[in-house]
């Protein structure tokens, strides 16, 4: 597809080399950051001094015309891509001819062709139905509302560094850093939290789908049986568990088949409704439509946002048919499934099922297998983990982290710390294997001065200490 910003589209993504060319950040990006710091919401974690301008496939340039190789996409939302020529041409068009219709209170063709296409492509067998949002932390509501209007129970179940989002019913399910939830009390009542695969401090060496831990023993499936039924609340008044089925803020965390199989069962046991949220994992990310399928396990309830509309404000939440029991008025939204939000949606379900979701299974498998061979030579590299373009590398300490995401960035490449002490990369799932390979090089060498620079924080703080 070439659109009217095709050259210019095609320039900028072929580069396969960063280009600094001023101090990070440079002028014009200082005085963004300096006007910024005037007026915005000082709530928002900024994670270092990038000041975004223009993208193109897999590169983003600042204000300052430095390029970047981009390995965060956005938070893992530019799916396709920076500004992908098809998915810019499907707004622009949908822009000509209708920006906004409420589709809760009227008949908008498009929103429905978007449930058709995600009820088609949800990872359940039977027919399914879709609400769709402006986000993800919106479908999180969705189906948190839907799960107890459905069941009549009160209690919703979740996971101990799962992230489900900000507004305050998702806020109560996220436990993936006690400052999301500092000091907003009370929160939604009901929600209990069991240990992530079994899990109460680090993931690491869980073994993923088939590595050594793939078969938990059974001590760590019993939290939940042993204190959550026998001591906070009988299954029958559980409505759902909640369950991300690869960690994603919480630090990248594959686990093993055998504790979703465990969480599945119990469910079908007691009429538990499981939803995976699937806002970061879904939509191609992985190298399959969604994670799920890795596991060759079904959701009653799959939650969908950030990639599903390559950057569009867009979420879903998708269920089964037969658990969308609940009647006219009881949930709707003004710009839910926005016609624009839609035609970029469909353009980008069109890209990722044509192409894309083996991309990412294929640089995705480069991009791992070259990790893993750094953590040959890199001591600080303690486990590089993940599927498709979902990649985890786990180092020594938050502050190890965060010195080489700034020598990353310093370098032009993009990535951004989750979890306490993992280094994500979830470039654009566009990405070619020219691209991947600059990264793993410049991570390296990031990864080089990183630990160099934190050692010598650690030794300036304790002299100052002594
Ligand atoms: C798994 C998961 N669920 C929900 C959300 C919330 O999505 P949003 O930020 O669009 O509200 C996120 C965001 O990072 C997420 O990763």
Redesign the pocket.
Known sequence: MKASNGSAYETLARHTEPMISTDLPGPRGRAVIDADAEVTSPSLPRAYSFVPDRGAGAVIKDVDDNVFLDFNAG?AVCSTGHSHPAVVHAIKDQADKLLHYSASDFYLPIYAEMCSRLADIAPMDGPARAFLTN???EA?EAAIKLARHHTGRQYILSFFGS????SYG?VSLTASKANYRADFGPLLPGVLHAPYAGRFDSFVGLGGLDGPGGELAEPDLDYINDVIFKRLAKPHEVAAVVV?PIL??GGYVVPPRSWLLHLRNMCDAHGILFVA?E??SGIGRTGSMWAMEHFDLEPDIV?A??GIASGMPL?AMVARSGLMTWSPGAHGSTYGGNPVSCAAGLATLDLVAGGLMANARTVGEFLIEGLKELAQREPAIREVRGLGLMIGVEVPSPQVADAIEIAAFKRGLLVLRAGDSTIRMAPPLIINKEQAATGLRLFEDACAEGVAASAGLVAEQSMIRA
Request: no cysteine.
């Open positions: 938070i986000s993800g932390t999180v992230f489900h989002g900000r998702s991300e994603g803020e949220d806002v970061q939650l946002g950030k979420g």
